[in-house]
């Protein structure tokens, strides 16, 4: 059987990179592209390689960066632009391959074994990908080439920016087996930490363990991880499907300043509710189960979820659901910092309806005729044509 060519292409700095597309000017300086200090999500979202040289870190607080680095300027996030530059990139992929799997917005895997008679093998084509990326969007990847999938992803953190990494089996005990164990893909901090107590510290480790006792020490994982560090995944390349169904669809929003009524949060539920009711549309699903979502000026969360009696996807229904919830739940003790709600147990097209014995239900199937009407105009003239009165109640 062919030996498979994996590469795992990772965009540099992909949001710094991008927003400094739009600001030029600011390529010489120190940038990070930071939440909003004043909605309150004051963070580091991603920085540029001058910014990191000064220990800039992405998920730190906006002052924490800027006591090491004072002239660091921080730019807002343009997520539009970002899916935009991310869509781009695929489709320059997709020229190599059709086998593409995302993994994120700036990260993707690409099977490529069927690919070399028509360019090269796989080194020869990740370099080709390189410089089609930096030269048509201005931006640059690291490309990491390998005989597996997690192999390819440690290759592209190896060296960045602008650079492919091969990891063959001829030398991947070499490269790889002296490397961290929190470097290998899916080990997180509190894995890294257990194994550490038990004195793994390298992928190399790893290797040499009594397999009852990775199990011992993490169930199933255990056998999982020897196996990646051995150079035995054998995972495939699997590109979306168009009929893929989300498990969950929801948001949290945090305000510039404090929930303290009822109407404010009424207000946060219709702008949820009409993005979820669009997911659940273009895709005709419906939702069974609803959960809100508190955080409280203590910044205690909690959450309550409830079951539908019949499924729903209209936005103002999902929002007075949602409401009810809330109000069922939630007692003022303190304003709120964030609320949100998710939906989940979701349902195709053909979930079977039971009407209310007693008519109470022609409402319900009058708001559902509105909001198809409703989604054929943001259809044909853009989502902002039409915008629901948020001042109005229930």
């Given at each position: 059987?062919?030996?498979?060519?994996?590469?795992?292409?990772?965009?540099?700095?992909?949001?710094?990179?991008?927003?400094?597309?739009?600001?030029?000017?600011?390529?010489?300086?120190?940038?990070?592209?930071?939440?909003?200090?004043?909605?309150?999500?004051g963070?580091?979202?991603?920085?540029?390689?001058?910014?990191?040289?000064?220990?800039?870190?992405?998920?730190?607080?906006?002052?924490?960066?800027?006591?090491?680095?004072?002239?660091?300027?921080?730019?807002p996030?343009?997520?539009?632009?970002?899916?935009?530059?991310?869509?781009?990139?695929?489709?320059?992929?997709?020229?190599?391959?059709?086998?593409?799997?995302?993994?994120?917005?700036?990260?993707?895997?690409?099977?490529?074994?069927?690919?070399?008679?028509?360019?090269?093998?796989?080194?020869?084509?990740?370099?080709?990908?390189?410089c089609?990326?930096?030269?048509?969007?201005?931006?640059?990847?690291s490309?990491?080439?390998?005989?597996?999938?997690?192999?390819?992803?440690?290759?592209?953190?190896?060296?960045?920016p602008?650079?492919?990494?091969?990891?063959?089996?001829?030398?991947?005990?070499?490269?790889?087996?002296?490397?961290?164990?929190?470097?290998?893909?899916?080990?997180?901090?509190?894995?890294?930490?257990?194994?550490?107590?038990?004195?793994?510290?390298?992928?190399?480790?790893?290797?040499k363990?009594?397999?009852?006792?990775?199990?011992?020490?993490?169930?199933?994982?255990?056998?999982?991880?020897?196996?990646?560090?051995?150079?035995?995944?054998?995972?495939?390349v699997?590109?979306?499907?168009?009929?893929?169904?989300?498990?969950?669809?929801?948001?949290?929003?945090?305000?510039?300043?404090?929930?303290?009524?009822?109407?404010?949060?009424?207000?946060?539920?219709?702008g949820?509710?009409?993005?979820?009711?669009?997911?659940?549309?273009?895709?005709?699903?419906?939702?069974?189960?609803i959960?809100?979502?508190?955080?409280?000026?203590?910044?205690?969360?909690?959450?309550?979820?409830?079951?539908?009696?019949n499924?729903?996807?209209?936005?103002?229904?999902?929002?007075?659901?949602?409401?009810?919830?809330?109000?069922?739940?939630?007692?003022?003790?303190?304003?709120?910092?964030?609320?949100g709600?998710?939906?989940?147990?979701?349902?195709?097209?053909?979930?079977?309806?039971?009407?209310?014995?007693?008519?109470?239900?022609?409402?319900?199937?009058?708001?559902?005729?509105?909001?198809?009407?409703?989604?054929?105009?943001?259809?044909?003239?853009?989502?902002?044509?039409?915008?629901?009165?948020?001042?109005?109640?229930?």
């Open positions: 059987m062919k030996e498979r060519i994996i590469l795992h292409c990772d965009l540099n700095n992909f949001f710094a990179s991008v927003s400094l597309l739009s600001n030029p000017t600011l390529y010489d300086m120190p940038v990070a592209v930071c939440g909003s200090i004043e909605a309150r999500h963070i580091v979202l991603a920085k540029n390689e001058i910014a990191k040289k000064y220990g800039v870190k992405t998920a730190e607080a906006v002052w924490e960066a800027k006591q090491k680095c004072p002239e660091l300027v921080t730019i996030p343009d997520y539009k632009k970002y899916h935009e530059y991310s869509h781009k990139a695929r489709e320059i992929y997709s020229r190599y391959t059709d086998l593409i799997e995302p993994f994120g917005i700036d990260e993707c895997w690409l099977d490529v074994t069927g690919s070399t008679l028509l360019f090269g093998t796989g080194e020869q084509i990740a370099n080709k990908i390189r089609d990326i930096k030269r048509e969007l201005g931006i640059t990847i490309v990491g080439v390998s005989f597996n999938k997690v192999f390819a992803k440690l290759g592209s953190d190896m060296k960045k602008d650079a492919v990494t091969v990891i063959s089996r001829d030398n991947f005990k070499q490269k790889v087996w002296p490397l961290p164990i929190n470097d290998l893909l899916f080990v997180g901090k509190k894995t890294a930490e257990k194994l550490n107590q038990n004195g793994i510290f390298t992928v190399e480790d790893v290797t363990c009594d397999d009852d006792m990775l199990a011992h020490l993490l169930g199933k994982a255990g056998k999982q991880l020897k196996c990646y560090a051995l150079g035995e995944d054998t995972s495939p699997t590109p979306p499907r168009e009929d893929d169904m989300p498990k969950s669809i929801g948001r949290t929003t945090t305000p510039p300043k404090d929930i303290t009524t009822r109407d404010e949060v009424w207000k946060i539920f219709i949820i509710s009409e993005e979820i009711s669009r997911i659940l549309h273009e895709k005709n699903l419906y939702v069974s189960t959960q809100v979502h508190t955080r409280d000026t203590n910044l205690k969360t909690k959450e309550y979820a409830h079951t539908l009696t499924p729903l996807n209209t936005s103002i229904l999902l929002a007075r659901e949602a409401i009810k919830i809330f109000e069922s739940n939630y007692t003022w003790d303190l304003p709120l910092r964030s609320v709600f998710r939906v989940s147990n979701l349902k195709g097209d053909n979930v079977a309806y039971q009407p209310d014995l007693f008519g109470n239900d022609n409402d319900d199937q009058k708001q559902e005729i509105i909001e198809n009407s409703i989604l054929k105009v943001r259809k044909k003239f853009g989502f902002d044509s039409l915008k629901r009165g948020t001042n109005c109640d229930e």
